[in-house]
């Protein structure tokens, strides 16, 4: 689920060396502590989450400093004995403040609040020192943006027109930055990582660990050698189904994509198109539920609500992005005349995929199920499905490993193991980059920018609500250049809503806006994380990757204008967010066959089609009228079936079949295919 990730980069390294032994036994005995207490915290609420964070952040960050020492990612450049002498000093000092934090939070909230003393601003800006230099290592836009955010504080004496203030003290920076409940280190976005987070990513962690993930990769793989079209649509498939419990897209971009883009590429399509094919099926693992991505946690931290609340809304956007993204896919499929891959290497699913495969379903549909028919509270409904898949999943491993014959200690901890590397290393990043945009957020509350931000867009727009979202947009996609989603969303809600609420939009609207916003910075260079991966793997150009997925993802352009228009789509669940579902799938639709289908060999009839089509499905988006609109619909759904039933048969004329297996690798065993437009 964490927004940014080292994947990108370790794909062009060397593997580390293997970490001492003892390194190796300080890590686990970490990890299962902390794993431990976390999940007994989850049971009783034992001290509440002000005191988890303060206890767990500077612990968190221990495990970050010894993961980073056994992958020889610490500080390569400088010598062995220096990296071990850097990292006692910051464990020794972490977990010293993990115990100041736990013995003085009563002090430090009520009888020293507002005027903590030398040893509590030395302690705490300590600690936020190091979440800073975590940023440095992993988030270097974000690392940036706080170092501004933070001089800016201090000196803003010295900036003139409007953004000038008097300037705060060092003292005050620190406190807001550290040991400050209501905005640091400890605040909110970090409690929200070890608590609500930390318990969907536990259940994450559990299908990854046992193997859920890869049996769903075979099982698509599967899939895709039936049809020539199933092909790129396993990218749209595979991405979607992860994305149902990872909630990101540079997760789903290596995992599916290492799988995927060969297959396309190999199938015909242009090695940036299949890049761009997987990208953007992997960036709507953010927009997925029950699980998507860090911003939606946060949206519902935002607006005070239950986080199901949020996946309630979410399913109709998710559904309308992949149903546009499947439907462009299939047009370049027909477009680039994918050749039918017939792979006779693919592996069987065996009764343990299929296993996987069930268990899979049951986790998706089991937390849908207790928290929409149940209500159950997020976090528990999280908790159960952990407990009762976990039990389940491990009695099926110790049945596997019986029945082969290979029970072993080795073999039976494999799968926990994994788990553990996997829960740990994702928690612990999340964990410190919300620790790291609480910072910026707290720099921003005490400085009063988003005031005078949210003052400028009012008074650029002139109060016009399309040149506000023109606006709002713009600022967000400037974000999105050098900010992972999570910060792009925090930035782009904190000035935008206050504003766009006094104009009299709905908050769920506004919210979601900034979220859709946040999402299509991933398709920002040069920090578009899920686009560097895929044209890796393709061995593509990055830019021409991006420009491709834009294409691909024309529904969050509609998406943002669409809920403008038609708010019901997110306002409230129910038959309202179906109709107005159906007037935005339609024009979205619209637009994708507009810009990707071709209607005619003649040139006139096929632009003139395109732009009566083009027409209609702006005016039944942008549209007040929905019967009209409902009306006009037909007009399009009329030309689409045009297409479908006499131009598809002309596209698909001489398509070709390649076998893959074990003798002759890759071969086509029918001639006669057409000419492909590859570009």
Known sequence: MSEATTTASAMTKHPAPRSPLALDAIYYALAVAFSVYLFYYYWTSAGGPLVLAMTLIPIIYVMFTVQALRQNQFYPKLPLTVNYVIAIVYCLFSLYCAYYMNTNYLALGEERNGAYNTQDILIGGLMALLILEYARKRHVPLFVLNIILILYAVYGYMIPGMFYHAGLSWHRVIAASSVELATGIFARLPQLALTLIGSFLLVLSLLRGFGCVDSLLRATKRVAIRSHHAIPQSAVIGSMAIGTVSGSGSANSITVGSAT????????????TAAAIENASSMGGQLMPPVMGIAAFLMAEFLGVDYFDVVARGWVPALIYYISVATSVYLLAIHY????????????????????????????????????????????????????????MLTAHVAFLLHERTFTLVEFVKPLKAFLDSFIDMLTDLALLLATLSIMAGTLVITGVPTKLGFLLVEAAGVNIAAMVGMGFLFGIILGTGLPPAPVYILVAIVIAPPFMQAGINPWVVHFFAFFVAVFGELTPPT???AAITSKIANASFYVTLWRSVQICVSLFTLMV???IHPEIVVEPGIDQMGAAYLVLVATLGITFTLQAIYSESRVIDVSVRLVLAAVSLYILLSFNDTLSTIL??????????????????????????????????APVTAGRAPGRMD
């Not at 883009?261 to 940036?272: F, K, R, S, W």
């Not at 079936?641 to 398509?655: A, K, P, S």
């Open 261 to 272: 883009i060969p297959a396309m590429i190999n199938a015909g399509l242009p090695p940036a």
């Open 337 to 392: 005349r994918t050749r039918m891959v017939i792979d006779r290497t693919a592996p069987k699913l065996t009764w343990r995929d299929k296993a996987n495969l069930g268990f899979f379903v049951a986790t998706v549909g089991g937390l849908v199920g207790l928290m929409a028919a149940l209500y159950l509270a997020p976090q528990f409904a999280a908790l159960d499905m952990f407990c009762i898949i976990g039990a389940a």
């Open 528 to 530: 578009s994380i899920t």
């Open 562 to 564: 669409g809920i403008f």
């Open 633 to 666: 619909s037909a007009v399009v759904l009329g030309i689409i079936g045009y297409w479908l039933v006499y131009r598809r048969t002309v596209e698909e004329t001489g398509i070709e079949e390649v076998v893959i297996d074990d003798k002759t690798g890759l």
